[in-house]
């Protein structure tokens, strides 16, 4: 388990001790001890709320090592998303009969000494964190061999340098070229290595391996894509080749997961559809009392291995071209202040409410919650021309949500489907249940903020 896991594992534990704790600690400040019956009284409506509060630091981002720092304003989100759970606690506490509990001082006094001890806890983390040694990262290549790569190296270095990443500090310390006495310059300087990430031009090179193999009980060597994916959350398209898909696009061991996903992907949908065939009305009222138009708007996406569906919308744009569509001459994206969007279309937008209808997608098999972004075949055709594996995006389900849609702004360009293919390639390796719920969860956080377009 890497630092970054280790340290998500401690604070969620960490969490968990403290609201046991501090429920221990109320009980025996306002009854002198905390007996067996009052324990049990308290524990399963307490133990619920407890879940909430760490599902709401989870979707605040609380738990993502990349942003935690002893900051004014991790504090501020730290202390409003305990506002927002507690908020919720207390409505709990106050509509559910069943929990008769009382006083319901016992709430109160608990959320502050939770909140107290849950701040310092985090501070401490975070303190430890930025005090931890930087991790020294040596590149290695041949730059006469390969230019290119000391500048995609130094590229790299640029975004690595900025900031934590992944939970770690790296720290570039050198590049390096290949020669006689490479393993003593990595394991005898001043700056030793924790990390060499290593080109290709290594498998070339007899001589350097058995110098570098001397050196694996101390220094951690990488490949240079996969020390791009440790610290980026996605794949570097322009530094792999086919073989990086031979080697980590293995679609058997998906099978169990594939078809897991489906049946949550098929209950959820219903679930959802209830709430939703009572907003239709509404939001069909409102979008055509706007303007001209129907109510819903139908778009060819590409979809799974390449099939053509159609996706279902609410419309919020005006209309301007055949079939309800805002285009009058051929697709094209969406701009970040697109005129073309109504008003009560930007609210549906930022509310994602106009994909509502897309849940008939997912019960079609069409979609899934999570997945790459289906995107439309006009814009695919050019992509695939333009940007390599491009239709290697296409192995998967697409989805409401992404991998790539919660790390990367939309894309209204070639640069950016690019880097958003980035992302995607990332997921179709990784994809697993807690990667899932990582994105939906991370996706209810931008619904909160309403960040979408």
Same mark, same amino acid.
């Given at each position: 388990?890497?630092?970054?896991?280790?340290?998500?594992?401690? =604070?969620? /534990?960490?969490?968990?001790?403290?609201?046991?704790?501090? $429920?221990?600690?109320?009980?025996?400040?306002?009854?002198?001890?905390?007996?067996?019956?009052?324990?049990? $009284?308290?524990?399963?409506?307490?133990?619920?709320?407890?879940?909430?509060?760490?599902?709401?630091?989870?979707?605040?981002?609380?738990?993502?090592?990349?942003?935690?720092?002893?900051?004014?304003?991790?504090?501020?989100?730290?202390?409003?998303?305990?506002?927002?759970?507690?908020?919720?606690?207390?409505?709990?506490?106050?509509?559910?009969?069943?929990?008769?509990?009382?006083?319901?001082?016992?709430?109160?006094?608990?959320?502050?000494?939770?909140?107290?001890?849950?701040?310092?806890?985090?501070?401490?983390?975070?303190? !430890?964190?930025?005090?931890?040694?930087?991790?020294?990262?040596?590149?290695?290549?041949?730059?006469?061999?390969?230019?290119? *790569?000391?500048?995609?190296?130094?590229?790299?270095?640029?975004?690595?340098?900025?900031?934590?990443?992944?939970?770690?500090?790296?720290?570039?310390?050198?590049?390096?070229?290949?020669?006689?006495?490479?393993?003593?310059?990595?394991?005898?300087?001043?700056?030793?290595?924790?990390?060499?990430?290593?080109?290709?031009?290594?498998?070339?090179?007899?001589?350097?391996?058995?110098? =570098?193999?001397?050196?694996?009980?101390?220094?951690?060597?990488?490949?240079?894509?996969?020390?791009?994916?440790?610290?980026?959350?996605?794949?570097?398209?322009?530094?792999?080749?086919?073989?990086?898909?031979?080697?980590?696009?293995?679609?058997?061991?998906?099978?169990?997961?594939?078809?897991?996903?489906?049946?949550?992907?098929?209950?959820?949908?219903?679930?959802?559809?209830?709430?939703?065939?009572?907003?239709?009305?509404?939001?069909?009222?409102?979008?055509?009392?706007?303007?001209?138009?129907?109510?819903?708007?139908?778009?060819?996406?590409?979809?799974?291995?390449?099939?053509?569906?159609?996706?279902?919308? !609410?419309?919020?744009?005006?209309?301007?071209?055949?079939?309800?569509?805002?285009?009058?001459?051929?697709?094209?994206?969406?701009?970040?202040?697109?005129?073309?969007?109504?008003?009560?279309?930007?609210?549906?937008?930022?509310?994602?409410?106009?994909?509502?209808?897309?849940?008939?997608?997912?019960?079609?098999?069409?979609?899934?919650?999570?997945?790459?972004?289906?995107?439309?075949?006009?814009?695919?055709?050019?992509?695939?021309? *333009?940007?390599?594996?491009?239709?290697?995006?296409?192995?998967?389900?697409?989805?409401?949500?992404?991998?790539?849609?919660?790390?990367?702004?939309?894309?209204?360009?070639?640069?950016?489907?690019?880097?958003?293919?980035?992302?995607?390639?990332?997921?179709?390796?990784?994809?697993?249940?807690?990667?899932?719920?990582?994105?939906? /969860?991370?996706?209810?956080?931008?619904?909160?903020?309403?960040?979408?377009?």
């Amino acid at each position: 388990m890497n630092a970054r896991r280790w340290t998500k594992t401690l =604070l969620f /534990l960490g969490d968990i001790l403290l609201l046991y704790g501090t $429920l221990w600690l109320t009980l025996t400040i306002r009854y002198g001890s905390a007996e067996r019956g009052l324990w049990k $009284l308290h524990l399963i409506p307490f133990s619920i709320i407890f879940a909430i509060l760490l599902l709401t630091f989870f979707i605040a981002g609380l738990y993502d090592v990349r942003v935690i720092a002893p900051e004014r304003r991790h504090a501020t989100l730290f202390f409003l998303t305990l506002l927002v759970g507690g908020g919720v606690a207390v409505l709990l506490f106050y509509l559910v009969p069943a929990w008769r509990i009382t006083p319901r001082l016992n709430l109160f006094t608990h959320l502050a000494l939770a909140s107290l001890f849950l701040f310092l806890w985090h501070w401490l983390i975070s303190w !430890l964190l930025m005090r931890r040694a930087k991790i020294n990262v040596w590149f290695l290549a041949n730059p006469r061999a390969n230019p290119d *790569r000391e500048q995609s190296a130094k590229q790299r270095d640029v975004e690595i340098g900025v900031g934590v990443k992944g939970g770690e500090h790296h720290e570039l310390v050198a590049f390096l070229a290949s020669h006689p006495q490479l393993g003593y310059q990595i394991a005898e300087t001043s700056q030793k290595a924790d990390i060499v990430v290593t080109s290709s031009d290594l498998y070339q090179n007899e001589a350097a391996q058995k110098e =570098l193999f001397l050196l694996v009980p101390r220094v951690r060597f990488m490949s240079f894509s996969a020390f791009y994916e440790r610290v980026t959350g996605k794949v570097p398209v322009s530094l792999i080749s086919e073989i990086w898909f031979l080697e980590n696009i293995a679609e058997t061991e998906k099978e169990f997961f594939e078809i897991i996903k489906r049946i949550f992907d098929v209950v959820l949908a219903i679930f959802i559809s209830i709430p939703g065939i009572f907003l239709f009305p509404l939001l069909s009222l409102l979008i055509k009392g706007e303007t001209r138009g129907p109510v819903f708007i139908k778009q060819n996406r590409v979809g799974k291995n390449g099939r053509l569906f159609t996706l279902l919308k !609410l419309r919020s744009m005006i209309v301007a071209g055949p079939h309800g569509l805002a285009e009058e001459n051929g697709a094209q994206w969406a701009s970040a202040h697109d005129k073309r969007i109504t008003r009560v279309g930007r609210i549906l937008r930022k509310t994602r409410l106009d994909e509502l209808p897309q849940l008939w997608n997912i019960l079609k098999g069409e979609m899934s919650f999570v997945g790459p972004r289906p995107e439309r075949p006009e814009f695919v055709a050019t992509l695939k021309k *333009r940007i390599p594996f491009y239709e290697i995006r296409h192995m998967a389900r697409p989805g409401l949500s992404g991998w790539a849609q919660i790390n990367f702004p939309y894309g209204a360009s070639v640069e950016d489907a690019l880097e958003k293919l980035r992302y995607d390639l990332y997921y179709l390796k990784h994809r697993s249940f807690l990667l899932d719920l990582t994105i939906a /969860l991370k996706t209810l956080k931008v619904l909160v903020l309403q960040a979408g377009r």
